[in-house]
T-cell receptor, first 108, second 115 residues
Framework: RKEVEQDPGPFNVPEGATVAFNCTYS??????FFWYRQDCRKEPKLLMS???SGNEDGRFTAQLNRASQYISLLIRDSKLSDSATYLC?????????FGTGTRLLVSP | NAGVTQTPKFRILKIGQSMTLQCTQD?????MYWYRQDPGMGLKLIYY???????DKGEVPNGYNVSRSTTEDFPLRLELAAPSQTSVYFC??????????????FGPGTRLLVL
């Protein structure tokens, strides 16, 4: 089993739609969780950290379910500029473990 | 702050040639990392370092070497380049909290083509 698993997509949604991604992780001892965003041919950049109680940043909401070992990202009112690959990231020993990413395509 | 800088941005190598990918960070981060990302694939950790003088292998270290003589610099050396090393290479750094892993900051990447 992979340490971090994501649906590769692509998720094709129209502007204004709400879309959700899930990610599962295998290490129950993991303490830190993140969502990164990667644009085509660019470096990954931190989108948001994921906290146990769930957290929101504008149109983005992240949730953590420790019992089921999954993390989710909800994007409301999708914009064209949200088109990117979203990487689920979980901490390992002295390093982060990156999922392979979920691709989102927002169309007019 | 420049953050994490990488040079060169793009390089073409012939099979069997060697080169060093440079990575520098000015955030005084202890931890530094090298990843490779093949087209349409996820990030794979090559090597990492938790401080000057300390390096450790990631999941795909074969064909690469690293050194960490200063906090700021973490060069990646390719010996005897092979077509399988054609990829985009990202360097990253972080300043982890005790017991946790702080967020990583990435450089813009080096695109390497081995022919």
């Amino acid at each position: 089993r992979k340490e971090v698993e994501q649906d590769p997509g692509p998720f094709n949604v129209p502007e204004g739609a709400t879309v959700a991604f899930n990610c599962t992780y295998s290490n129950s001892a993991s303490q830190s969780f993140f969502w990164y965003r990667q644009d085509c041919r660019k470096e990954p950049k931190l989108l948001m950290s994921v906290y146990s109680s769930g957290n929101e940043d504008g149109r983005f909401t992240a949730q953590l379910n420790r019992a089921s070992q999954y993390i989710s990202l909800l994007i409301r009112d999708s914009k064209l500029s949200d088109s990117a690959t979203y990487l689920c990231v979980v901490n390992g020993f002295q390093k982060l473990v990156f999922g392979t990413g979920t691709r989102l395509l927002v169309s007019p | 702050n420049a953050g994490v800088t990488q040079t060169p941005k793009f390089r073409i190598l012939k099979i069997g040639q060697s080169m060093t990918l440079q990575c520098t960070q000015d955030m005084n981060h202890n931890y530094m990392y090298w990843y490779r990302q093949d087209p349409g694939m996820g990030l794979k950790l090559i090597y990492y370092s938790v401080g000057a003088g300390i390096t450790d292998k990631g999941e795909v270290p074969n064909g690469y070497n690293v050194s960490r003589s200063t906090t700021e610099d973490f060069p990646l050396r390719l010996e005897l380049a092979a077509p399988s090393q054609t990829s985009v290479y990202f360097c990253a750094s972080s300043y982890p909290l005790v017991g946790y892993q702080e967020t990583q900051y990435f450089g813009p990447g080096t695109r390497l083509l081995v022919l």
